[in-house]
Nanobody, 114 residues
Framework: QVQLVESGGGLVQPGGSLRLSCAASGIIFRFSVMGWYRQAPGKQRELVARITSGGNTNYTDSVKGRFTISRDNAKNMVYLQMNSLKPEDTAVYYC????????WGQGTQVTVSS
Protein backbone atom coordinates (compact mmCIF):
# COMPACT_ATOMS: atom_id res chain seq x y z
CA GLN A 1 0.00 0.00 0.00
CA VAL A 2 1.43 3.34 -1.08
CA GLN A 3 1.47 6.08 1.54
CA LEU A 4 2.56 9.68 1.13
CA VAL A 5 2.68 11.86 4.23
CA GLU A 6 3.29 15.59 3.92
CA SER A 7 4.52 17.89 6.66
CA GLY A 8 5.92 21.38 7.05
CA GLY A 9 2.96 23.56 6.18
CA GLY A 10 1.83 26.50 8.26
CA LEU A 11 1.28 30.23 8.46
CA VAL A 12 4.05 32.49 7.21
CA GLN A 13 4.34 36.19 6.42
CA PRO A 14 4.87 37.40 2.86
CA GLY A 15 8.53 37.12 1.96
CA GLY A 16 9.05 34.24 4.36
CA SER A 17 10.09 30.65 3.75
CA LEU A 18 8.75 27.17 4.40
CA ARG A 19 10.06 23.71 3.65
CA LEU A 20 7.57 20.97 2.87
CA SER A 21 8.50 17.33 3.28
CA CYS A 22 6.87 14.19 1.93
CA ALA A 23 7.65 10.73 3.27
CA ALA A 24 6.87 7.90 0.86
CA SER A 25 6.36 4.22 1.59
CA GLY A 26 5.06 1.20 -0.27
CA ILE A 27 6.53 2.31 -3.59
CA ILE A 28 9.83 1.84 -5.41
CA PHE A 29 10.72 5.41 -4.65
CA ARG A 30 13.91 5.72 -6.65
CA PHE A 31 12.03 4.96 -9.89
CA SER A 32 9.10 7.25 -9.14
CA VAL A 33 8.44 10.68 -10.54
CA MET A 34 7.61 12.86 -7.54
CA GLY A 35 5.67 16.08 -7.63
CA TRP A 36 4.14 18.82 -5.54
CA TYR A 37 0.72 20.16 -6.49
CA ARG A 38 -1.43 22.80 -4.86
CA GLN A 39 -5.07 23.73 -4.74
CA ALA A 40 -6.34 27.11 -3.65
CA PRO A 41 -9.98 27.67 -2.64
CA GLY A 42 -12.21 27.77 -5.70
CA LYS A 43 -9.40 26.79 -8.05
CA GLN A 44 -8.27 23.61 -9.76
CA ARG A 45 -5.33 21.64 -8.49
CA GLU A 46 -2.15 22.67 -10.31
CA LEU A 47 1.33 21.28 -10.66
CA VAL A 48 3.91 23.29 -8.71
CA ALA A 49 7.08 21.27 -9.27
CA ARG A 50 8.14 17.82 -10.39
CA ILE A 51 11.34 15.82 -10.15
CA THR A 52 12.10 12.70 -12.15
CA SER A 53 13.94 9.60 -10.98
CA GLY A 54 17.03 11.03 -12.66
CA GLY A 55 16.76 14.34 -10.84
CA ASN A 56 15.42 16.47 -13.68
CA THR A 57 13.07 19.18 -12.45
CA ASN A 58 10.39 21.43 -13.82
CA TYR A 59 8.36 24.20 -12.22
CA THR A 60 5.27 26.17 -12.94
CA ASP A 61 6.22 29.66 -14.09
CA SER A 62 4.86 31.44 -11.02
CA VAL A 63 7.31 29.70 -8.65
CA LYS A 64 10.46 29.62 -10.78
CA GLY A 65 13.38 31.13 -8.92
CA ARG A 66 11.56 30.92 -5.57
CA PHE A 67 10.80 27.22 -5.03
CA THR A 68 13.16 24.26 -5.21
CA ILE A 69 12.16 20.61 -5.33
CA SER A 70 14.60 17.93 -4.24
CA ARG A 71 14.60 14.27 -3.32
CA ASP A 72 16.55 11.91 -1.10
CA ASN A 73 16.24 8.39 -2.49
CA ALA A 74 18.02 6.87 0.52
CA LYS A 75 15.29 8.22 2.81
CA ASN A 76 12.31 7.99 0.41
CA MET A 77 11.73 11.71 0.88
CA VAL A 78 10.88 14.59 -1.40
CA TYR A 79 11.08 18.23 -0.36
CA LEU A 80 9.82 21.59 -1.54
CA GLN A 81 11.80 24.59 -0.35
CA MET A 82 9.64 27.68 -0.74
CA ASN A 83 11.25 31.11 -0.47
CA SER A 84 9.93 34.63 -1.02
CA LEU A 85 6.42 33.41 -0.39
CA LYS A 86 3.51 35.47 -1.65
CA PRO A 87 -0.15 35.57 -0.57
CA GLU A 88 -1.05 33.92 -3.88
CA ASP A 89 0.96 30.85 -2.82
CA THR A 90 -1.70 30.15 -0.19
CA ALA A 91 -3.14 26.70 -0.88
CA VAL A 92 -3.25 23.11 0.23
CA TYR A 93 -0.08 21.44 -1.05
CA TYR A 94 -0.17 17.80 -2.08
CA CYS A 95 2.61 15.34 -2.63
CA UNK A 96 2.24 13.10 -5.70
CA UNK A 97 4.01 9.91 -6.74
CA UNK A 98 3.80 8.51 -10.24
CA UNK A 99 4.94 4.98 -11.12
CA UNK A 100 2.54 2.78 -13.03
CA UNK A 101 -0.18 4.77 -11.28
CA UNK A 102 -0.83 8.00 -9.39
CA UNK A 103 -0.80 8.36 -5.61
CA TRP A 104 -1.53 11.38 -3.42
CA GLY A 105 -0.88 12.52 0.10
CA GLN A 106 -3.52 14.06 2.33
CA GLY A 107 -2.22 17.60 1.82
CA THR A 108 -0.74 20.27 4.03
CA GLN A 109 -2.03 23.82 4.35
CA VAL A 110 0.24 26.73 3.49
CA THR A 111 -1.06 30.18 4.35
CA VAL A 112 0.88 33.31 3.43
CA SER A 113 -0.54 36.31 5.21
CA SER A 114 0.50 39.28 7.29
Amino acid sequence: QVQLVESGGGLVQPGGSLRLSCAASGIIFRFSVMGWYRQAPGKQRELVARITSGGNTNYTDSVKGRFTISRDNAKNMVYLQMNSLKPEDTAVYYCNARLSGDWWGQGTQVTVSS
